[in-house]
T-cell receptor, first 110, second 115 residues
Framework: GQSLEQPSEVTAVEGAIVQINCTYQTSGFYGLSWYQQHDGGAPTFLSYNGLDGLEETGRFSSFLSRSDSYGYLLLQELQMKDSASYFCALRDTGFQKLVFGTGTRLLVSP | DGGITQSPKYLFRKEGQNVTLSCEQNLNHDAMYWYRQDPGQGLRLIYYSQIVNDFQKGDIAEGYSVSREKKESFPLTVTSAQKNPTAFYLC??????????????FGDGTRLSIL
């Protein structure tokens, strides 16, 4: 099977940079995705890494290293509205099925 | 605007009762999914469907059933066999198989509780 591990909680202050790590075990996958979910809300797509390396989308960047079974989401210039849960997810090779990690709760303080 | 609509937002189930959660999308997506989320946990896949009239069990299908009679609709029934149904249920859709980088789009969810 597939499994993904993330830290349960990360705290940071406004304006700072924070990195959320994701380590995984899998026999094969297409890529690593990241989703954001505010309390009580729907997850929204942030980023996708199909290849090794860094993908940048505005204040958010995501990185994947298949040789290390590791990825991370980097959030820069943190804002209060970034307080949310962040999930990494593997895209299964058989279909577009996603396997989600347990999520990291990010708390941004003033 | 295109999107996914889930209803109802809140649902209460009596013991021994089956309840059905609605999920409709107007994104013209082929694939649809149902997830269960427990407090402080990640999303676990219940069922998914690649095309109309076809669906597969996910990781926690026991006690649930689905149908996919129309492209736009993927209702989930929580049966009386599901002994711990209290959770947040999320429906999602994505572009067809073969597009491996297509993100999943989620509805706003249904909170199901036992009376």
């Amino acid at each position: 099977g597939q499994s993904l591990e993330q830290p349960s909680e990360v705290t940071a202050v406004e304006g700072a940079i924070v990195q959320i790590n994701c380590t995984y075990q899998t026999s094969g996958f297409y890529g690593l995705s990241w989703y954001q979910q505010h309390d009580g809300g729907a997850p929204t797509f942030l980023s996708y890494n199909g290849l090794d390396g860094l993908e940048e989308t505005g204040r958010f960047s995501s990185f994947l290293s298949r040789s290390d079974s590791y990825g991370y989401l980097l959030l820069q210039e943190l804002q209060m509205k970034d307080s949310a849960s962040y999930f990494c997810a593997l895209r299964d090779t058989g279909f577009q099925k996603l396997v989600f990690g347990t999520g990291t709760r990010l708390l941004v303080s003033p | 605007d295109g999107g996914i609509t889930q209803s109802p937002k809140y649902l209460f189930r009596k013991e021994g009762q089956n309840v059905t959660l609605s999920c409709e999308q107007n994104l013209n997506h082929d694939a649809m999914y149902w997830y269960r989320q427990d407090p402080g946990q990640g999303l676990r896949l219940i069922y998914y469907s690649q095309i109309v009239n076809d669906f597969q069990k996910g990781d926690i299908a026991e006690g649930y059933s689905v149908s996919r009679e129309k492209k736009e609709s993927f209702p989930l029934t929580v049966t009386s066999a599901q002994k711990n149904p209290t959770a947040f249920y999320l429906c999602a859709s994505s572009g067809g198989a073969g597009f491996s980088n297509q993100p999943q789009h989620f509805g706003d969810g249904t909170r199901l509780s036992i009376l």
